[in-house]
């Protein structure tokens, strides 16, 4: 099948974009670099021995999507690109709305004109908000964010439900991403943020390295086992296949349809550091220090749907992410 991939040089899409590669899709990337490199292309050529084709265009941009539309007539869409820092939403709303939601009509709007029908976006577990209990089911509402960039997630997802109900025979598949952490096993890929990250597994990596004094765990006295946050993790390679699954589910259903794809499992902030400095046998040393603004206590998913209607399960451990994680990161 031939699919069209934004944001396919990112961290999730790159790692999507060797799964469908090596399934035998035919790849089109659409990526506008803004946070990610071109060389990545070269790297999945090397991991996979065959070539996605690349252009460097934004998604906003409807004249440049007509073209590549026109060029290849993708079957089927896979939507990454957006902005996703939360902290920077909070500053930059404007950009956050206009960015993601911009991306996401202009995509619509095209393929619609091509008769383009089947779309797999990129939601986030951040859709289940304050007020749910965990574990996150999809029934549950997810109608309230805590922060801009959540808000844009939840508003696709809604404009995403209005375009199944007007056009019968569209499908969408929301996959609500838990906390993806890990890298291709070829040390290629992986989460490589610009600056100091904001994310645990790439803060502790560059601590591990050297090239950070030491985390910061952002609090211990919440209501769980060792007072420190738990989070559902899983590895970016199980993650990029679950986009295959989805593939297959958009082909033979219509509407819109929401998974979680999570473990069903959370981790503490600890864990996830013992982990780390048991697979990998270097020290993350930590200070513990207040609770972040705006941090859950928990956050985990219930992964049965995902399980029983696309026929997918995140089957990496713990240890495999951690061991993964740094093995990209040493290899920088
Ligand atoms: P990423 O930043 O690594 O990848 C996104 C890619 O999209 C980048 O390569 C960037 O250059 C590109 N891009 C951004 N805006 C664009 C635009 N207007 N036009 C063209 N390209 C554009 O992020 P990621 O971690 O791979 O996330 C992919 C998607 O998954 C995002 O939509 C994100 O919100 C969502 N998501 C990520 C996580 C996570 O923890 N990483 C969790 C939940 C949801
Ligand atoms: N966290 C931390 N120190 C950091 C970054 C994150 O203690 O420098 C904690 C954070 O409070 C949360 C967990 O690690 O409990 C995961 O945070 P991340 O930002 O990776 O994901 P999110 O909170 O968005 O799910």
Redesign the pocket.
């Known amino acids: 099948m031939d699919i069209l991939v934004t944001g396919g040089t990112g961290y999730i899409g790159s790692h999507t974009c060797v799964e469908l590669l090596q399934a035998g899709h035919k790849v089109i990337i659409v990526d506008n670099l803004s946070n990610s490199r071109a060389d990545v292309v070269d790297k999945l050529r090397t991991i996979t021995g065959l070539t996605p084709v690349f252009y460097k265009a934004d998604v906003e941009n409807r004249a440049a999507l007509r073209e590549i539309f026109a060029a290849h007539r993708p079957e089927a869409v896979i939507h990454f690109a957006g902005l996703k820092a939360?902290g920077e939403s909070c500053r930059l709303p404007l950009k956050y709305y206009r960015c993601n939601l911009d991306a996401t009509l202009s995509l619509l709007e095209v393929m619609e004109e091509f008769g383009c029908k089947r779309l797999v976006f990129s939601s986030s577990a951040t859709v289940y908000g304050p007020d749910n209990p965990v574990p996150y089911t999809e029934s549950m509402p997810a109608r309230v964010a805590t922060n801009p960039y959540g808000w844009t997630k939840i508003m696709i997802e809604q404009i995403l439900r209005d375009h199944t109900a007007a056009d019968p025979a569209f499908s969408a598949v929301l996959l609500r991403y838990f906390?993806p952490i890990g890298a291709h096993t070829s040390g290629l890929l992986g989460d490589d943020p610009n600056g100091i990250p904001?994310?645990?597994?790439p803060?502790i990596s560059r601590v591990a390295a050297g090239k950070l004094p030491h985390?910061?765990?952002?609090?211990d006295d919440y209501p769980t086992p060792d007072g420190?946050?738990l989070?559902d993790y899983l590895h970016v390679v199980d993650l990029a296949k679950g986009h295959l699954k989805a593939l297959e589910y958009a082909a033979q259903h219509t509407g819109a349809e929401a998974f979680n794809l999570g473990t069903g499992r959370g981790v503490s902030?600890l864990e996830l550091v013992h982990t780390f400095e048991k697979v990998n046998g270097v020290p993350v040393p930590y200070v513990i220090g207040p609770r972040?603004d705006g941090?859950l206590a928990c956050?985990w998913a219930n992964a049965e749907k995902a399980a029983r209607l696309l026929g997918w399960t995140a089957e990496m451990t713990l240890e495999d992410m951690c061991r993964d994680s740094w093995n990209f990161v040493k290899n920088a």
């Open positions: 939360v906390n904001n994310n645990l597994m803060y985390l910061t765990v952002f609090g420190t946050g989070r902030v972040r941090d956050c």
